[in-house]
Structures are given as structure tokens and as C-alpha cells.
């Protein structure tokens, strides 16, 4: 479904006969940003967030959320070729912790979460993944390019060991990076992000059948038609009454806010930046579910908080599903009568457990 509510956005050329290139690639829009190389380093370009353009009167209120604030900072980086925009929030002195968003999402889906955590001495650091708001389109989408990217703004932000916290997808993210690296991380807040949809034990075999040749083949007609194909325009409010099927629990102004962060207004209307090519996961299998053995050795301090309601854009993961696997000095919390976007439900909640949490 999370797929679907995406495509139907895209106007696609009809064409004959299909050749598919060696390594599709999938070109930004005109409107993207470039990615220049810029150092993998704190001392990368920074430039302070300038007011957003107000492109129509009608559209000018979406602008403001309540309590949302956008980043003191913002930067490019090189990720091993590819830019990704960088955002903080708080003071660039503060300690630094790592805020990872989840599948067909952008940071500035953080705007009030953040800044909860930036007001109590944190300097916040989040990032848009390749291919998603406004970080450079990618030739390939797949849990492992994601996960060098991750590492990519760890090491921008410090050489040091840092906290992070992921949402969804991100949190999967950070869990593999942490497992792989755990001298890199301190410890991590994981907010609904830990996948449990196959059997266990069976995942491994489960996973085979993303490597069918009737797989391969439907990844290559994707790559194929949105190598060329570009969002349909339309007015903010349809965009945002459109997600509303990915997240019916959030405000339909909230939805609209999220529209003015993540995608461009064109002359003749709004498109999400979010780069037609992508699937959530990438190609091949998704290596999140396959974690559930490891957790119960995990490295670092770990917080997990979980949502109780199911919606199209959450993992089908539970409380009860997962809390066998976690480890005896994780910290496991069920959040009543909340849906998968908690820190968006939530979010003073939600910032004071993590601050709690980061502070111990």
C-alpha cells in the first residue's frame, strides 16, 4: 500500500519496446538540488534556514504548525557520491545526537520532535536519505547504500561516540549500524522501528523470494518507467488529504505543514521531492527482519517504544511480538491507543522518555 499511494502520483511516458540499461539510473526533477561534494566533516558547509517562499496566498497558513521549528543549521555532505542534506537543531556546541527518519519520509518530519530534544542541550542532527526531500536522487536504492549513508553523517557530525534515536525504517537502520559498530554509538532510542512481519525462525527463506526472477524482472520494469517518469501536480491540500491514507491519526494541518517541507511547488502545482524510483527497502531483501536473533546480545543501552494501533505506513510489529527478543537491560514501552508516527501523536511524551533516556 505504502507504494501504491505514491504511484498513482506519477505521470508516466508511454513507451514500446523496453531496454533496460546495466545500472538504471533515476535523474533528479529540475527542481532538486544537485549534490556537490562537499567534506565529510563538521566543518562542511553550513548556512542558516531561510524563511520558506510563500508561493500562493491560499497555501501561506501551511507554512506554521504549532510548535513545529525548523532547524538552526542546515548543510550538504558527500556520501560516498551521492549529497545528502544535513539539518540540526539546538546549539552547535551541544552534544550531538543522531535522529534517523523512516521509509518515504524527509528530517523536517522532526520540526516538533526535534526541537523538544534541542531545548534540553541536545544539538540534533537528522538528514534526509538519498532520494528522499531534499537530498540528491540515487541510481541505487538498497539497505546497505542506506546504511553507508547513515555512517556517512555519524562521521560529519563526530568521530566520537554518539546517542542516536530512528523512526521506523530508521531505527532498523541504526540497529544494524550499531550492531556492526557498536564502538560508534552510546546508546539508542528506537521509536516503533523493529520489523516482525515473517515467521521466525523462517525469515532467511522467507527473504529467498525477493530474488525470484519474477521479482528481478518487476524491479526492472520499475527502474525502467520511472527513469523517466516525474509526480503529477496538484494543490497542496490534495497532497495532503492523499497521505492522509498513509497516516489517517495526524491532522490534516499537520499533513499540510509536512507538504511545505517535502515537496516543491511548481508552476503548475505541488509534487513530493521523493524520487519516483524508490520502493520502501530498496531492492533485494529487507535486512530488518532479519534481527531478531541478534537483539538479545545488543551492544548499547537500548529504549524501544512501540506503537498499540496498526496503520498502513507501520511495521505489523508489537509490544508482545518483540519484547522476548529484547535485551534484560532494554527499557520496553507499549504506547496506549498511539500509532505508528508517535513522536508526531506524541511528542512531548515521547521527547521527555528519550531525554530521560539520554540523560541517564
Known amino acids: 500500500m505504502w507504494q501504491a499511494a505514491y504511484h498513482h502520483e506519477l505521470s508516466i511516458p508511454q513507451t514500446q519496446d523496453m531496454q533496460f540499461p546495466a545500472s538504471p539510473a533515476s535523474p533528479a526533477s529540475p527542481a532538486s538540488p544537485a549534490s556537490p561534494a562537499s567534506p565529510a566533516s563538521p566543518a562542511a558547509t553550513v548556512s542558516t534556514v531561510a524563511p520558506p517562499p510563500v508561493h500562493a496566498p491560499a497555501d501561506a497558513r ?9 532547524p538552526e543549521r542546515q548543510r ?48 540534533v542532527v537528522s538528514y534526509d536519505q538519498r532520494g528522499h526531500g531534499d537530498s540528491a536522487h540515487a541510481a541505487l536504492y538498497g539497505w546497505v547504500a542506506d546504511e553507508r549513508d547513515l555512517l556517512a553523517v555519524a562521521d560529519a557530525v ?17 540497529i544494524h549500524a550499531i ?3 557498536p564502538h560508534r554509538f552510546t546508546r539508542f532510542a528506537c521509536i516503533d522501528g523493529m520489523p516482525f512481519r515473517s515467521p521466525h525462525p523462517d525469515t532467511a527463506m522467507h527473504e529467498k523470494r525477493y530474488m525470484s526472477p519474477e521479482i528481478i524482472s518487476n524491479w526492472l520494469n520499475h527502474r525502467h518507467t520511472a527513469a523517466s517518469a516525474q509526480r503529477k501536480p496538484s494543490p497542496l491540500q ?12 495526524l491532522s490534516h494541518d499537520w499533513l499540510c505543514y509536512l507538504v511545505t517541507q517535502g515537496a516543491q511547488h511548481d508552476a503548475d502545482g505541488w509534487r513530493w521531492k521523493l524520487d519516483p524510483a524508490i520502493r520502501p527497502g530498496g531492492f533485494g531483501p529487507m535486512r530488518s527482519r532479519w534481527m531478531t536473533d541478534r537483539l538479545p546480545g545488543f551492544p548499547v543501552p537500548l529504549l524501544a517504544l512501540f506503537s498499540t494501533i496498526a496503520e498502513p505506513m507501520g511495521w505489523d510489529c508489537t509490544y508482545e ?16 491507543d498511539t500509532g505508528h508516527f508517535i513522536h508526531i501523536e506524541r511528542p512531548r511524551e515521547t521527547a521527555d522518555l528519550v531525554i530521560d533516556f539520554l540523560r541517564t
Open 158 to 174: 563526530t568521530r566520537a561516540p554518539i546517542p542516536a534515536i530512528g523512526h521506523s525504517k530508521g531505527g532498523s537502520l541504526l
Open 321 to 336: 511480538d518483540l519484547v522476548p527478543y529484547l535485551p534484560p537491560s532494554a527499557r520496553g514501552l507499549a504506547m496506549a
Open 62 to 70: 501551511f507554512f506554521h504548525y504549532a510548535g513545529a521549528r525548523a
Open 179 to 181: 550492531e556492526a559498530l
Open 238 to 249: 490534495d497532497i495532503a488529504r492523499r497521505r492522509a491514507r498513509l497516516n489517517p491519526r
Open 76 to 123: 550538504r555532505i558527500d556520501a560516498n557520491g551521492v549529497g545528502l542534506a544535513v539539518y540540526e537543531w539546538g546549539a552547535a556546541d551541544a552534544p550531538p545526537v543522531l535522529l534517523v527518519h523512516g521509509a518515504l519520509d524527509f528530517a523536517r518530519t522532526f520540526d516538533v520532535f526535534a526541537p523538544l530534544i534541542a531545548d534540553a542541550g541536545f544539538r
